[in-house]
């Protein structure tokens, strides 16, 4: 695949600490992290039993993961708190990337079973959200196998975030953790 300049990627490289400082699984330790650093790692909002977080090497602008805090990859070990709690949350972050990003459609989706389902982490699972423009699979990714992301994964994170700040039951405790979502029964 060929390379689109993107200079705005380098915050992203030269972050401290990276994840490099983690033991275990990348997002058990976001579920459990301090949300003062849900910014850096780009938690973007949380509910009892899930959270929503910014794909870092997105599709398509506002590419987002819905992940359990269950730590699973088998999607019939999820109990049904969470089963619901995570499909709220889809739901919730449908709405957000609506007021946000205004896409016209979704793809959404897990990747289970392991490298073969095309998944990058596999004992963990979660739900990729990815918004849809009409036109957005053009000639760069089908004929030049070339993809061109148009949004800075930060500015994503902004626009998402504050459209979480507007749902209903939302709370915002600060401007580097994530918004905190009453789902309700």
Wanted: aromatic share 8%; charged share 30%.
């Amino acid at each position: 695949m060929d390379q689109v300049f993107a200079p705005w990627r380098i915050d992203w490289v030269e972050r401290e600490g990276g994840n490099d400082d983690i033991d275990g699984c990348v997002f058990c330790a976001f579920a459990d992290g301090d949300p003062d650093g849900d910014r850096d790692r780009r938690v973007v909002a949380r509910s009892e039993r899930a959270f929503v977080l910014l794909n870092n090497y997105p599709y398509n602008p506002g590419h987002v993961m819905v992940i359990p805090h269950a730590h699973t990859g088998d999607y019939r070990e999820l109990d049904d708190e969470t089963l619901l709690d995570h499909a709220r949350l889809k739901q919730r972050t449908f709405d957000a990337l609506d007021d946000g990003l205004g896409p016209d459609a979704y793809n959404a989706g897990l990747n289970l079973g392991g490298g073969a389902a095309g998944g990058s982490i596999d004992d963990h699972l979660h739900t990729h959200v990815v918004p849809r423009w009409e036109g957005d699979t053009n000639f760069m990714p089908v004929v030049s196998d070339t993809q061109v992301i148009v949004e800075a994964v930060d500015d994503s994170y902004g626009r998402i975030r504050e459209a979480f700040a507007e749902q209903d039951g939302a709370t915002v405790e600060g401007d580097d953790h994530a918004v905190r979502l009453a789902l309700g029964e």
